[in-house]
């Protein structure tokens, strides 16, 4: 969906990426917060997420729309459910409300959607990550015309510094190669692990087979 104002973005600095079609909850709680989502609620339009690191922001965030409030309370406070759309890239930042808002560009080249092989690269190991670290596996979320580098993401360990490169990845193969490298790493991470924990509750024995 196309940026209904790219010059007037009200911006909401977090400490977490948000990556398109990922939905998240917040509760907002502070006044300049509020005054943004009654801004969104009230005009229908959209908010820009941008990670925030010790006061300084990242160049490239994640459009968000309110799906949904889950809950107003009394003192003004509410939770509300946001969707990732598309990615966008900060021009200038202004402070002409109480919230900051952002002058942007999109940051949405029109690239091909990986297919057969270059998805399974991820797919597979993504899987075999979660079910060692026990996580529930539901094949359907793969599944579709979708860019699969941002739902893979969304559970796979990263932290946020990861979660930034992925998202100023400017294309699709380029962010699958990172993952795919990344899934890799980390599921022999917590095999090397489990092998070491195996030899500790032996005492370094391991009875003959």
């Not at 309110?66 to 900060?90: N, P, S």
């Not at 942007?104 to 991820?122: K, M, Q, T």
Request: glycine fraction near 6%; charged fraction near 30%.
């Amino acid at each position: 969906m196309a940026l209904t104002d790219p010059d007037a973005l009200p911006l909401f600095p977090l400490g977490l990426v948000l990556f398109p079609g990922e939905a998240i909850p917040l509760h907002i709680f502070e006044d300049r917060y509020r005054d943004l989502v009654r801004h969104c609620l009230e005009s229908q339009n959209a908010f820009g997420i941008v990670l925030a690191d010790e006061d300084e922001l990242a160049n490239v965030g994640c459009v968000a729309r309110i799906e949904r409030v889950l809950q107003r309370y009394d003192d003004g406070r509410l939770d509300i459910i946001a969707v990732g759309e598309e990615r966008f890239e900060i021009r200038e930042v202004v402070q002409e409300r109480s919230y900051l808002t952002a002058r942007v560009d999109s940051y949405e080249p029109i690239e091909p959607l990986a297919i057969g092989e270059e998805r399974e690269r991820v797919i597979t190991p993504h899987m075999k990550l979660l079910e060692l670290t026990g996580d529930t596996i539901r094949p359907a979320i793969y599944e579709g015309p979708k860019r699969i580098s941002f739902v893979v993401s969304q559970n796979a360990g990263l932290d946020n510094a990861r979660k930034q490169d992925i998202l100023e990845l400017r294309t699709e193969g380029e962010r699958l190669a990172y993952l795919a490298q990344y899934l890799e790493d980390i599921i022999l991470e917590i095999e090397e692990a489990r092998s070491r924990r195996q030899r500790v509750q032996s005492n370094g024995h391991f009875k003959a087979s």
